[in-house]
């Protein structure tokens, strides 16, 4: 088992930032992919954001690329996710996600076992 718990969310104006952090517990592995998806109210939940967590190969939306940036810290087992010029469209809950097997679909979310609880961020026009 593997317990995830986010952090960090809260209020921000739009053009602020927040810095997401995931901590990993129990079973981590190195051979791990730590995704970031949100989901807002009505609509499913979205990709945003993966990194290996052995090679620190991340995948980055299309969409919020340029703006969000996915790191790591081993030291700490956690995974970040820092996002930038934030928009009222980025309000959403944020969740983190684990798996050890997600191969290529790193991006589709029923590929992952693991999940946090959640984090709600909502940015005000």
């Known amino acids: 088992q593997v317990q995830l718990v986010e952090s960090g969310g809260g209020l921000v104006q739009a053009g602020g930032s927040l810095r997401l952090s995931c901590a990993a517990s129990?079973?981590?592995?190195?051979?791990?992919?730590m995704g970031w998806f949100r989901q807002a109210p009505g609509k499913d939940r979205a990709f945003l954001a993966a990194?290996?967590?052995?090679?620190?190969?991340?995948y980055v939306e299309n969409s919020v690329e340029g703006r969000f940036t996915i790191s790591r810290d081993n030291a700490k087992n956690t995974v970040y996710l820092q996002m930038n010029s934030l928009k009222p469209e980025d309000t959403a809950v944020y969740y983190c996600?684990?798996?050890?097997?997600?191969?290529?679909?790193?991006?589709?979310?029923?590929?992952?076992?693991?999940w946090g609880q959640g984090t709600q961020v909502t940015v005000s026009s």
């Open positions: 990194i290996r967590w052995s090679s620190g190969i991340t």
């Open positions: 129990g079973r981590t592995s190195r051979t791990y992919t």
């Open positions: 996600a684990a798996d050890v097997d997600v191969s290529s679909y790193y991006s589709v979310a029923s590929r992952y076992e693991y």
